[in-house]
């Protein structure tokens, strides 16, 4: 196959999961890639701007001893881009996947199905916490098409919330 078969399918594989999904998960892919895209310059910059690097110092003299116009808005704004952006986010992000980790317990481990998809490992050790078994997470996450999926398909089931996790130490 050629670049542009390669580029075709592509497309073609875009638009039949844009018809399949629906435009919301095409608006919600893109503000989840542009979000993880601006998360770390936007936040490293708030954060230089509070802290008064000396990268700033040349436009912020005397940054919090004397406060300016400007520098009182630039440190508002930068404390907005941390809330909303380094832990709203996160929060959001984290929220999320608890909500999905409950509903992927509430599928797996329901009482219809007995242990067929718990890990033999947790059933060896009969854990209070049951595990999947890794070759279902693996046929689930390989068939997630959601915005989310994106996050945690590369992480084990175990570690789900990771991804939010990772956000907050990225900086």
Request: charged fraction near 15%.
């Amino acid at each position: 196959m050629t670049l542009k078969d390669n580029v075709v399918a592509a497309v073609y594989g875009m638009k039949r999961r844009v018809m399949t999904n629906g435009l919301s998960w095409l608006i919600t892919i893109g503000i989840v890639f542009a979000v993880n895209t601006i998360y770390t310059p936007f936040l490293k910059t708030a954060l230089m701007i509070l802290a008064c690097h000396p990268q700033y110092q040349c436009e912020f003299e005397h940054c919090w001893t004397f406060i300016t116009q400007e520098f009182a808005l630039a440190a508002f704004l930068s404390a907005s881009v941390v809330l909303v952006l380094g832990i709203g986010f996160p929060a959001l992000l984290l929220m999320q996947l608890l909500r999905r980790r409950a509903a992927l317990n509430t599928a797996f481990f329901a009482e219809e199905y007995g242990d067929k998809y718990v890990s033999s490992e947790t059933k060896k050790k009969s854990h209070w916490r049951k595990e999947l078994c890794p070759a279902e997470w693996a046929r689930f996450s390989a068939s997630d098409s959601s915005a989310l999926a994106a996050q945690y398909s590369h992480a084990s089931y175990r570690w789900l919330m990771m991804p939010a996790l990772v956000l907050v130490f990225k900086v």
